[in-house]
């Protein structure tokens, strides 16, 4: 069964930190390109980072770059998400996803992902970053 579990979300001063965990099975992430996208209230899905491990390429939204790093542990078959000084407005449900070709593509040009090229969403974390 393929199954992402996304976890580590909480409640938060600004400043603050917080590492996400996305747990797979069913199937290697370093096989695919893995995504973190959040979706706030009364906003859009945005991606926020995505690493595609088999060659360490990785994809940073503006809004997170030199705060969150993402990285990969292929024994543990999970991908993190390490977010420093975060701000209320990270506050979101973060979603992991995973995709194939297209997406690991796209991560090693650098470019925004596209949720439709996801193929496997994980059930999501919230995050609150108080003021």
């Known amino acids: 069964e393929v199954q992402l579990q996304a976890s580590g979300g909480g409640l938060v001063q600004a400043g603050g930190s917080l590492r996400l965990s996305c747990a797979a099975s069913?199937?290697?992430?370093?096989?695919?390109?893995i995504g973190w996208f959040r979706q706030a209230p009364g906003k859009e899905r945005e991606g926020v980072s995505c690493i595609s491990s088999s060659d360490g390429s990785t994809y940073y939204a503006d809004s997170v770059k030199g705060r969150f790093t993402i990285s990969s542990d292929s024994a543990k078959n999970t991908v993190y998400l390490q977010m420093n000084r975060l701000k209320p407005e990270d506050s979101a449900v973060y979603y992991c996803?995973?995709?194939?070709?297209?997406?690991?593509?796209?991560?090693?040009?650098?470019?925004?992902?596209?949720?439709?090229?996801?193929?496997?969403w994980g059930q999501g974390t919230q995050v609150t970053v108080s003021s």
């Open positions: 996803a995973a995709g194939g070709y297209t997406v690991k593509a796209a991560i090693r040009r650098r470019h925004a992902p596209n949720p439709v090229e996801y193929d496997y």
């Open positions: 069913g199937f290697a992430v370093d096989d695919y390109g």
